[in-house]
């Protein structure tokens, strides 16, 4: 079987990989480029641990072919950070002790990311309602909620 050469930008990087036809977006980040921030939960597109975001759009990285990322931009979990400085939602989740296992934090953090860039000033509702894709079975989600939401407040003030 011959590979598809693929370009794309990950995380603000130009990225170049070969994979199979077959191959998800989740495998080629993990096993062909070293991002194994993304975790593969359930392989389903049910759990949100390997959530990411393809040209704006928050998607599960399982559900999408690797070959599907010519041309487009990626976004995981290791292009949260600036430098050493953890992103805000990072800090509060640590703060809020809003992880335990690690499995899905990856996964909340891109999308809670992806709700703040679309929802500066979320309510609680609107902030569970867009989680609501991302299973945790460790932590409940009471402190993931409050992290978010003190995120939110804490870069509003920032800006």
């Given at each position: 079987?011959?590979?598809?050469?693929?370009?794309?930008t990950i995380?603000?990087?130009?990225?170049?990989?070969?994979?199979d036809?077959?191959?998800?977006l989740?495998?080629v980040?993990?096993?062909r480029?070293?991002l194994t921030g993304?975790k593969?939960?359930c392989?389903?597109g049910?759990?949100?641990?390997?959530?990411?975001v393809?040209?704006?759009?928050?998607?599960?990285?399982?559900?999408?072919l690797?070959?599907?990322?010519?041309?487009?931009?990626?976004?995981?979990?290791?292009g949260?950070t600036?430098g050493?400085?953890?992103?805000p939602?990072?800090?509060?989740?640590?703060?809020?002790?809003?992880l335990?296992?690690g499995?899905?934090?990856p996964?909340f953090?891109v999308?809670?990311?992806?709700?703040?860039?679309r929802?500066p000033d979320?309510?609680?509702?609107?902030?569970r309602y867009?989680?609501?894709?991302?299973?945790c079975r460790c932590?409940?989600?009471d402190?993931?909620?409050r992290?978010?939401?003190d995120a939110?407040?804490?870069?509003?003030?920032?800006?």
């Amino acid at each position: 079987m011959s590979r598809i050469h693929v370009t794309t930008t990950i995380n603000g990087e130009a990225a170049e990989f070969l994979c199979d036809a077959g191959e998800t977006l989740l495998d080629v980040l993990r096993d062909r480029l070293g991002l194994t921030g993304s975790k593969e939960g359930c392989g389903t597109g049910d759990c949100g641990a390997c959530s990411v975001v393809l040209d704006g759009r928050l998607v599960c990285a399982c559900l999408v072919l690797g070959a599907e990322a010519e041309g487009r931009t990626v976004g995981t979990i290791e292009g949260m950070t600036t430098g050493e400085a953890l992103h805000p939602l990072q800090r509060k989740f640590l703060e809020h002790a809003a992880l335990q296992c690690g499995i899905c934090t990856p996964g909340f953090l891109v999308a809670a990311k992806a709700l703040l860039e679309r929802t500066p000033d979320p309510t609680e509702e609107e902030a569970r309602y867009w989680l609501a894709g991302n299973l945790c079975r460790c932590t409940g989600y009471d402190k993931i909620i409050r992290a978010v939401l003190d995120a939110a407040a804490e870069m509003r003030e920032a800006h």
